[in-house]
């Protein structure tokens, strides 16, 4: 996830702008050919198209074609692939060190590139992140044990695509606390998931998923955000897991950008350990996250790295 303290110098996406052509689906969401919509339209539908063009280019959001969305769909398909491989591998006794190794193998034997390794100077090809540790979570010698819970963020690039994602496994057999904070982030993920729709706002998605948490007595990490992916590991928007209604980008299909709710059992406040990554909760509760990379699409979305929740 993004921090946001660091996205003001971190906007290297130029301003690009997008052509739609006569024969791509409408941004406006209806469905249709955009010569059999909102091209040459004068009212209503028109002007409702140029405000969608609007915040795209006003946020810098790179829009996604046909290509790059197989691509990133196929950098997906991997990242999914390397959390199954992963969790099969997931027991107490487990070092993060031997997580950090499966997935860094797995990942250039499928002639891909770990996005994390050497990232801003991040050591190590996968974020491993137990207990009460938030995010960025640094493999090494800590060792699994049972009810620990223990989450494994992936970035893959692939053909120069990227692709993100994350889940929160239990080592043996988790307690009530466990159970309860990862079935809270799994389904914040899918509320938030459940918002993605044209004509909605990337607020309408904070909004969801802090309702759900904070109803269940939980809190929303704050200092970290989605963000967009695929031809960056990180691109604008930014995605925060809290907020209003409306407020925000307002989402058009070929908009490609993860959800990644950090919920923390207790407070929302966090710290950085000395490493400058290890994020963990500053009350030592629990924290839970699931990623994923999500396409705003004509009818809703697509997610790009599906798995259940
Ligand atoms: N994968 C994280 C995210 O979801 C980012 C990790 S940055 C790293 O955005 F350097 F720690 F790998
Ligand atoms: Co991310
Ligand atoms: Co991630």
Not at 145 to 163: C, R
Not at 184 to 202: H, S
Not at 232 to 259: A, C, N, S, W, Y
């Amino acid at each position: 996830m993004e921090n946001i303290d660091e996205v003001s110098t971190d906007m290297r996406i130029t301003n690009k702008t997008f052509d739609v052509g006569r024969n791509d689906p409408c941004p406006c969401g209806s469905g249709l050919k955009y010569k059999k919509c909102c091209l040459g339209k004068k009212k209503a539908g028109a002007e409702k198209l140029r405000k969608r063009f609007a915040d795209a280019r006003r946020y810098n959001i790179r829009l996604k074609q046909k290509a790059d969305i197989e691509g990133i769909r196929k950098a997906g398909r991997l990242v999914v692939d390397t959390l199954q491989l992963v969790e099969a591998d997931i027991r107490p006794g487990l070092k993060t060190d031997e997580i950090n190794t499966r997935v860094h193998e797995f990942t250039i034997r499928h002639h891909a590139v770990p996005a994390p390794l050497n990232y801003r100077g991040f050591p190590k090809s996968v974020c491993v992140s137990v207990n009460e540790v938030i995010c960025h979570g640094i493999p090494g010698e800590r060792v699994l044990k049972d009810g620990d819970i223990v989450n494994v963020d992936v970035t893959t690039i692939l053909n120069g695509y990227y692709a993100d994602a994350n889940r929160t496994f239990f080592v043996g057999s988790p307690g009530p606390d466990a159970r309860k904070i990862v079935s809270v982030a799994g389904e914040c993920l899918r509320k938030g998931m459940a918002m993605v729709k044209p004509g909605n706002t990337i607020g309408d998605i904070g909004w969801a998923i802090q309702k759900h948490a904070e109803g269940e007595g939980c809190s929303v990490v704050r200092e970290f955000v989605g963000h967009g992916v695929g031809f960056d590991f990180h691109e604008p928007p930014q995605v925060p897991h809290f907020g209003r209604k409306g407020t925000g980008p307002v989402l058009i299909p070929g908009m490609v950008f993860t959800i990644e709710p950090m919920i923390n059992l207790g407070k929302k406040d966090l710290y950085v350990l000395e490493d400058g990554w290890t994020a963990v909760t500053r009350d030592g509760s629990l924290s839970a996250q699931f990623e994923q990379t999500i396409l705003v699409t004509e009818k809703g979305f697509e997610s790009l790295t599906p798995f259940s929740l």
